[in-house]
């Protein structure tokens, strides 16, 4: 009995009492081959080391030497986070529209801006938001966005959205496109998932969720209004109207208002919107002419693809952007540089969503040289190192011209713009001069332009498909082959 109890005092405090006898430890413990596992005394657990933390960022990281007449975002008193993106993104000084504005939308004041592409005004509002947002945080809850950003295209939506991304990299805020023609399901599972901060959206598919119940704009702190000019010409405005009375009174809401344009109908809209707004107009002169070089050559129609081929071939042309008025021009043209042996795609607004997507990702990393487009390509485009935009057409709307351009020449990089102008689009020149503010060297084409191309390789061969008799589609199609029916002959022909 006594080494039974002598045993259970080994398991628990691992050294039994010497009895009075002279008994040892030794002669009490079994031998260690006889013990088992359970019986053993547990081990400690090893815990794992903990990381090392990474050094916490700090504006000394981000040195900028002030210069005379630029802004830098150290200036303007931005949260660290934001300053962290900003530098991560290498963002030094202020643009113009950026050195202006932001001072007011900071503060919270409505501001209504004359900008054209590639000013940098995307920037402008979104770092507005986040630095907004950071400072005053709320309670956030599912279909109740803070902030609310309406554009005209697909296009702009996206390019936003990436915006955003890349800027709130370090402010947990969370961005959703809204868009039509693709990803509906998609769409509604990122809205009612998680809560949503920011809404980036065209008018018509937002409409559509807001008749679901899926959104609810009545708690919207800022309200962005991006291209207003363009989304009169596309009819927006009733949609627009509807989409900004869904939001608390401007009296209650911060609202920023851009547009290339600032007519009566677009100021009327931004007066009824906004209160006791800021006004800032950046020229399109000071916009255009500062980092980009407009040529225009006086050519004819019968030589224009002539003289376009050859400035590719010649200069060796890598990510050039060539802008038509038409869309069966777009897909005549990208077809016509394919068999000079060209890397050329389309984008334009009968292209399916998805496509245009793999279309621009195939530009963006370099897969595809040549980007064939319409106006649908004129705004919100951002896409680095485009060192050429071609006017194959000129524009109808001398406007556009400026939108075109500044697809090269973006965020202080130098640019290259070249023009085509034949017998009849060479008379736009002088509305395009007027919108610019200045004149536009014009020249004849030089002997590089002017060579004669090679033939073409030939057209692909396509076999003719006959239509699925159920439905009339083309789905599991096969090529189509005359048969012979069996007892039939054909008759001579009488002479």
Same mark, same amino acid.
């Given at each position: 009995?006594?080494?039974?109890?002598?045993?259970?005092?080994?398991?628990?405090?691992?050294?039994?009492?010497?009895?009075?006898? &002279?008994?040892?430890?030794?002669?009490?413990?079994?031998?260690?081959?006889?013990?088992?596992?359970?019986?053993?005394?547990?081990?400690?657990? @090893?815990?794992?080391?903990?990381?090392?933390?990474?050094?916490?960022?700090?504006?000394?990281?981000?040195?900028?030497?002030?210069?005379?007449?630029?802004?830098?975002?150290? $200036?303007?008193?931005?949260?660290?986070?934001?300053?962290?993106?900003? =530098?991560?993104?290498?963002?030094?000084?202020?643009?113009?529209? @950026?050195?202006?504005?932001?001072?007011?939308?900071?503060?919270?004041? $409505?501001?209504?801006?004359?900008?054209?592409? &590639?000013? %940098? #005004?995307?920037?402008?509002?979104?770092? +507005?938001?986040?630095?907004?947002?950071?400072? /005053?945080?709320?309670?956030?809850?599912?279909?109740?966005?803070?902030?609310?950003?309406?554009? !005209?295209?697909?296009?702009?939506?996206?390019?936003?959205?990436?915006?955003?991304?890349?800027?709130? /990299?370090?402010?947990?805020?969370?961005?959703?496109?809204?868009? %039509?023609?693709?990803?509906?399901?998609?769409? @509604?599972?990122?809205?009612?998932?998680?809560?949503?901060?920011?809404?980036?959206?065209?008018?018509?598919?937002?409409?559509?969720?807001?008749? #679901?119940?899926?959104?609810?704009?009545?708690?919207?702190?800022?309200?962005?209004? $991006?291209?207003?000019?363009?989304?009169?010409?596309? %009819?927006?405005?009733?949609?627009?109207?509807?989409?900004?009375?869904?939001?608390?009174?401007?009296?209650?809401?911060?609202?920023?208002?851009?547009?290339?344009?600032?007519? $009566?109908?677009?100021?009327?809209?931004?007066?009824?919107?906004?209160?006791?707004?800021?006004?800032?107009?950046?020229?399109?002169?000071?916009?255009?002419?500062?980092?980009?070089?407009?040529?225009?050559? *006086?050519?004819?129609?019968?030589?224009?693809?002539?003289?376009?081929?050859?400035?590719?071939?010649?200069? #060796?042309?890598?990510?050039?952007?060539?802008?038509?008025?038409?869309?069966?021009?777009?897909?005549?043209?990208?077809?016509?540089?394919?068999?000079?042996?060209?890397?050329?795609?389309?984008?334009?607004?009968?292209?399916?969503?998805?496509?245009?997507?793999?279309?621009?990702?195939?530009?963006?990393? &370099?897969?595809?040289?040549?980007?064939?487009?319409?106006?649908?390509?004129?705004?919100? *485009?951002?896409?680095?190192?485009?060192?050429?935009?071609?006017?194959?057409?000129?524009?109808?709307?001398?406007?556009?011209?400026?939108?075109?351009? %500044?697809?090269?020449?973006?965020?202080?990089?130098?640019?290259?713009?070249?023009?085509?102008?034949?017998?009849?689009?060479?008379?736009?020149?002088?509305?395009?001069?007027?919108?610019?503010?200045?004149?536009? =060297?014009?020249?004849?084409?030089?002997?590089?332009?002017?060579?004669?191309?090679?033939?073409?390789?030939?057209?692909?061969? /396509?076999?003719?498909?006959?239509?699925?008799?159920?439905?009339?589609?083309? #789905?599991?199609?096969? !090529?189509?082959?005359?048969? /012979?029916?069996?007892?039939? +002959?054909?008759?001579?022909?009488?002479?």
């Amino acid at each position: 009995m006594k080494q039974l109890i002598n045993f259970i005092k080994t398991l628990f405090t691992g050294r039994p009492k010497q009895r009075d006898t &002279g008994t040892t430890i030794s002669e009490t413990r079994k031998p260690e081959t006889a013990v088992s596992p359970l019986d053993s005394e547990p081990q400690a657990e @090893q815990k794992p080391r903990p990381k090392p933390r990474k050094p916490r960022w700090t504006l000394e990281k981000f040195p900028v030497a002030p210069q005379e007449g630029k802004t830098r975002f150290h $200036d303007l008193k931005l949260t660290t986070g934001l300053m962290h993106a900003i =530098c991560d993104l290498d963002f030094k000084y202020c643009t113009d529209i @950026q050195a202006r504005l932001l001072p007011h939308t900071l503060e919270g004041r $409505d501001a209504t801006a004359k900008a054209q592409t &590639g000013t %940098g #005004k995307s920037a402008t509002f979104i770092i +507005t938001l986040i630095n907004q947002f950071a400072r /005053k945080s709320v309670k956030r809850q599912k279909k109740y966005p803070r902030a609310l950003i309406l554009a !005209p295209t697909r296009e702009l939506v996206y390019q936003i959205e990436k915006d955003f991304k890349g800027l709130g /990299k370090y402010s947990h805020l969370r961005v959703v496109p809204v868009f %039509g023609g693709t990803d509906y399901q998609k769409q @509604q599972t990122l809205l009612t998932d998680k809560p949503v901060d920011v809404i980036a959206a065209t008018p018509g598919r937002l409409l559509d969720f807001i008749s #679901k119940k899926l959104i609810d704009l009545s708690r919207v702190e800022i309200v962005v209004i $991006d291209e207003a000019d363009r989304m009169l010409d596309m %009819g927006f405005i009733p949609d627009v109207r509807r989409l900004i009375y869904m939001t608390p009174h401007k009296d209650k809401r911060q609202t920023l208002f851009f547009s290339a344009t600032l007519t $009566d109908d677009v100021l009327r809209l931004a007066d009824s919107w906004t209160r006791d707004a800021v006004r800032i107009e950046i020229d399109p002169e000071q916009a255009a002419a500062g980092s980009i070089n407009q040529i225009v050559y *006086l050519t004819t129609e019968a030589d224009r693809f002539k003289n376009v081929c050859n400035l590719l071939i010649s200069e #060796k042309l890598e990510r050039v952007i060539i802008f038509v008025n038409r869309k069966d021009t777009a897909r005549y043209l990208s077809e016509k540089l394919s068999r000079y042996g060209l890397n050329a795609g389309v984008l334009s607004g009968d292209v399916a969503q998805d496509k245009r997507f793999k279309v621009l990702n195939r530009f963006k990393t &370099g897969t595809l040289n040549v980007l064939v487009a319409t106006d649908v390509a004129a705004r919100g *485009l951002h896409i680095e190192n485009i060192s050429h935009v071609i006017n194959y057409d000129l524009p109808i709307e001398p406007e556009h011209y400026i939108h075109r351009i %500044g697809r090269t020449g973006r965020a202080g990089a130098t640019g290259t713009s070249v023009s085509f102008a034949d017998e009849m689009s060479s008379f736009q020149i002088p509305k395009i001069e007027e919108v610019l503010g200045h004149k536009i =060297c014009c020249e004849y084409p030089t002997a590089a332009l002017e060579a004669d191309l090679p033939a073409p390789a030939p057209r692909p061969s /396509k076999k003719p498909y006959r239509q699925n008799k159920t439905n009339g589609s083309n #789905k599991g199609r096969k !090529p189509y082959r005359r048969r /012979k029916r069996p007892g039939k +002959t054909t008759a001579a022909k009488n002479p």
